[in-house]
């Protein structure tokens, strides 16, 4: 029983919510200035030591000997600058099944300020030299940070080169994690991928591991610097692409780490959110041009940050730009929890209006919960499997074209997939209710998928936003205005469109397409997605299904049959296979007839009925009885006495 009256009615919560986040709005802070010129920064200085650094170490894999020469050759030229203090972060890592010691290299040039302002570089890649990515970005952090020798600046310059960039931005993680001056920290710079021949958008590349935002006014600072000497835009993105960002947490790069861990970060790149292919990045890639403009690029927002005397303006912990200006996290929550007040109602006062009893409402409850133990148990099984190794678990962010779940992990997937489909024969989940839960059925869906909806509220309400907007369809398709199974169908799969949608996006960050899915699978495993919202979306899988059962026509009660008509029928059956005569079922036995009343009991006649008096044993005429009347039972039939 689903009240669509009342579902209009708290619907009005939605525009409610609306209002108040228009209201919320906050302006997009200015971008910072640069007090000096970036003519410091040498473009072929740059390149060149990016040729020499390739050429020394070509396949510097994480934890290899390559890598640690490469270390090596950063901490000398760190060395050669003047009062620069140096330190290393020494940490274990795991690459390609096996364990590797990794270390950050740590650089300090002391300012007038405690504010610190820092530049970061990955040393590491998993396919091709690096030589235009990870280690041109190490030569740009490198020529920076020897243009600052013997200058004056306001706050203290670090200068970072990490380790395990390539497997989970581990070196990102793990400065973020143990640098004693964390807190004093006014911004980071992540140099990533400086030299490509032909710069490709997002050249800033802003977005965090998690459901946070860096700072508005230096990504506007970023923005602006690299759009000046780029010639190019930036590559803002729209508020939806935002909102999916932050519905499916998915950011490439060690800037998603830091930022994550509180810090304020962008990641300066020319060629995308992705890793350069294998092909384009070797010593022949290198482009000087390019090179030359995204160190000026960092030079100046380095210099912006340096001259500012407070800390940028953050804005929001969390929000989506918006007609120019920024929309608050908060309300995006607040929304996301104004659309699942509906459903919310709906379902639990059609559950309480339907339901004769507690009992009667907790057996619909467990009738649409039944429908998700198929999509649990395939959960369970790729749990298993990555407990056990067989499925991959990835540090993220990894890059997409490098990971893949393997033997052992598709044999997992396959043994998950066939639980999946035996467990949905026996089931059955699409067969329509029993009689007794044909009303209770569609209230019962709307309130389990309210609770799932909340439930994935708790962990992210950005995705909970996303669900709530389906919800209301499958109040729907619930609901007898949806006429027929095949269009409830319909209405639910229309239901997934926003989370679709967002897994889309997904895939078009990460240029996988279809094998998008396994990104997300290895994501799960690997932890960047809470196993609390797979559990949530089984459940949900299962409502979906339990709406389109609740719209079947239930069985007919007259044609079921109850336990003893089935062990009569079983006996039945194993007589004629054993060949024994069939029992023959004793007639049910007669009524005896009536005795006749005995004469003291007979009532008197009545005069008038008779033309004789009492003691005449003659039959009354046929003008005062009408013998046609009487029912021929060929029994001799008896006259009604009445008592006079």
Request: proline share 10%; glycine share 8%.
């Amino acid at each position: 029983m689903i009240d669509l009256r009342l579902w209009r009615i708290l619907l009005l919560a939605t525009p409610i919510a609306l209002l108040v986040a228009m209201f919320s709005l906050e302006e997009v802070p200015r971008p910072l200035e640069s007090s000096l010129p970036p003519d410091a920064f040498e473009g072929s200085a740059a390149v060149a030591l990016a040729a020499d650094m390739a050429e020394l170490a070509p396949e510097p894999r994480p934890g290899s000997e390559d890598d640690q020469a490469l270390a090596e050759a950063v901490l000398a030229r760190f060395k050669q600058i003047p009062a620069i203090e140096v330190s290393e972060q020494r940490f274990e890592g795991s690459y390609d099944g096996e364990d590797v010691d990794l270390r950050n290299l740590i650089a300090k040039l002391p300012g007038t300020s405690e504010r610190q302002v820092a530049v970061l570089a990955g040393r590491d890649v998993i396919e091709g030299s690096g030589a235009a990515s990870t280690v041109a970005a190490n030569a740009v952090m490198l020529e920076i940070a020897a243009g600052f020798a013997g200058s004056t600046h306001e706050k203290t310059l670090v200068f970072v080169s990490t380790d395990g960039a390539s497997i989970g931005a581990l070196g990102a993680s793990r400065f973020a994690a143990d640098y004693t001056d964390a807190g004093l920290l006014d911004a980071v710079i992540v140099l990533s991928q400086p030299a490509a021949d032909d710069p490709t958008p997002p050249l800033v590349v802003p977005w965090s591991a998690g459901t946070g935002s860096t700072s508005a006014r230096l990504v506007q600072t970023s923005g602006r610097m690299v759009s000046s000497e780029m010639d190019l835009p930036y590559g803002n993105e729209g508020p939806l692409a935002e909102l999916s960002r932050l519905a499916i947490p998915s950011a490439l790069g060690e800037q998603g780490p830091l930022i994550d861990e509180g810090l304020d970060a962008v990641r300066l790149s020319s060629s995308g959110e992705l890793p350069p292919a294998a092909r384009d990045d070797t010593t022949e890639a290198l482009n000087t041009d390019t090179v030359s403009r995204m160190g000026r690029a960092a030079l100046s927002l380095m210099l912006a940050v340096d001259s500012a005397r407070e800390p940028a303006e953050h804005g929001p912990d969390t929000y989506i730009g918006l007609a120019g200006n920024l929309m608050p996290g908060w309300t995006l929550a607040l929304l996301a929890l104004a659309l699942l007040l509906a459903p919310v109602g709906v379902g639990f006062a059609g559950l309480a209006a339907a339901a004769g009893s507690p009992v009667q409402a907790a057996r619909a409850v467990g009738w649409v919960v039944l429908r998700a133990v198929p999509f649990l148990l395939a959960f369970l099984v790729v749990t298993a499997g990555a407990l056990v190794g067989l499925v991959p678990s990835p540090e993220f962010p990894f890059p997409p074209s490098s990971e893949s779940i393997g033997t052992g992990g598709a044999a997992v997937v396959g043994a998950a997939a066939v639980l999946l489909l035996v467990t949905v024969f026996l089931l059955r989940p699409l067969l329509a209710p029993p009689p007794a839960l044909a009303r209770l059925a569609p209230p019962a869906c709307i309130a389990v998928a309210s609770v799932c909806a909340l439930g994935v509220w708790l962990v992210n309400p950005y995705m909970a936003l996303l669900v709530g907007l389906g919800l209301q369809l499958w109040v729907l398709a619930a609901s007898p205005v949806v006429p027929g199974r095949l269009a409830a169908a319909g209405v639910v799969a229309l239901g997934t469109v926003p989370v679709l949608a967002a897994v889309a996006a997904v895939a078009g960050r990460f240029d996988a397409g279809p094998g998008v899915v396994w990104d997300l699978l290895l994501m799960l495993t690997g932890g960047q997605l809470p196993d609390r919202l797979a559990l949530l979306g089984c459940l949900l899988a299962g409502v979906a299904l339990a709406i389109v059962a609740a719209r079947g026509e239930p069985a007919d009660p007259s044609q079921q049959l109850d336990l003893s008509e089935m062990v009569a029928r079983g006996r039945l059956l194993e007589r004629r296979r054993s060949g024994r005569p069939e029992a023959q079922e004793p007639p049910d036995p007669q009524p005896e007839p009536k005795p006749d009343p005995s004469p003291q009991d007979q009532p008197e006649r009545d005069p008038r009925m008779w033309s004789k008096p009492p003691g005449s044993s003659s039959r009354p005429s046929s003008a005062s009885t009408d013998t046609a009347s009487w029912p021929s039972t060929g029994a001799t039939t008896r006259p009604i006495w009445v008592r006079p």
